[in-house]
């Protein structure tokens, strides 16, 4: 099989929910019997799951990669901790999102019921939990493989100059993260963005979200409704991806020159060679 027709067998999917999208009806035939954009003009009344769907995601995104920069922190240590760390981190990838969502319903309906944590059952709470518990291994492992490309030698001149740990890691490790925490934040994201299985079980009525909604359109049969919203949601995940590419050196040096301003050369640079 050659890479033209592997690439037809990956994108035939996301090519039949686009004309899914605009079609009226679509039996046996090779294509749809009429052409429409209404599932389109009734996206409005999904416009709160789209919401809920950003404000829970700009809330659980921060906090996994925050965690996941405190996690590949331990793991680079070594020990007990790291090893425990590195199984707790695996076992999102092994356990279904309904499994996971049905524990955290229990254990925090529980604690409520008991008058401890009773706040996490308001709102999003406990939904931005549960997404934060079974995305966060994403970043971990991004975050692990960042912590391995960063140049110990450097810490040690830190802490050889009289530095402290926190100043070092502020001033040395943490510059060296930000291409991996670039990354951590785009797939963190994504992946919490179009979650499904622990949103199903977790969620409150008011706090329902976009793959949410999707799911209730497909299963009620309005197929074309949610081909239209997944086409939303497809765009959302490739306009993170295209802001992640983005070459943000270059782009504020342009901006500081259609300023007039002269950006300021880097150590090593403008410098003729002897």
């Not at 830190?158 to 530095?163: C, I, K, P």
């Not at 802001?243 to 002269?262: E, F, K, N, V, W």
Request: net charge positive; hydrophobic share 50%.
């Amino acid at each position: 099989m050659d890479a033209d027709a592997v690439a037809v067998v990956l994108l035939l999917p996301y090519v039949v929910i686009l004309i899914v999208s605009v079609a009226t009806a679509w039996g046996p035939q090779l294509l749809p019997k009429g052409w429409t954009l209404g599932h389109y003009r009734v996206l409005w009344r999904s416009v709160g799951p789209m919401q809920n769907s950003l404000v829970v995601t700009a809330m659980a995104t921060p906090v996994a990669v925050l965690l996941a920069v405190v996690i590949g922190r331990i793991m680079r240590e070594g020990g007990r901790r790291a090893a425990v760390l590195d199984y707790a981190t695996l076992l999102p990838f092994v356990v279904s999102g309904v499994v996971l969502g049905i524990g955290m319903v229990k254990v925090y309906s529980g604690l409520a019921a008991a008058g401890l944590m009773s706040s996490l059952m308001l709102g999003p709470n406990l939904l931005v939990i549960a997404l934060v518990v079974r995305r966060v291994p994403y970043p971990a492992r991004v975050m692990n493989a960042a912590y391995t490309r960063i140049d110990r030698s450097l810490e040690e001149c830190s802490f050889s100059l009289g530095a402290s740990p926190a100043r070092t890691f502020a001033s040395v490790t943490l510059p060296q993260l930000y291409p991996g925490i670039a990354a951590a934040l785009t797939i963190t994201f994504i992946q919490v963005i179009t979650e499904l299985g622990t949103t199903l079980i977790v969620h409150r009525p008011e706090w329902r979200t976009l793959s949410v909604q999707i799911y209730s359109y497909a299963i009620e049969g309005y197929l074309g409704r949610a081909s239209a919203l997944s086409v939303v949601l497809l765009a959302l995940v490739g306009l993170a991806v295209m802001i992640a590419q983005l070459d943000y050196r270059r782009l504020t040096g342009r901006l500081l020159r259609g300023l007039g301003i002269a950006a300021r050369p880097r150590p090593g640079e403008g410098r003729e060679p002897a």
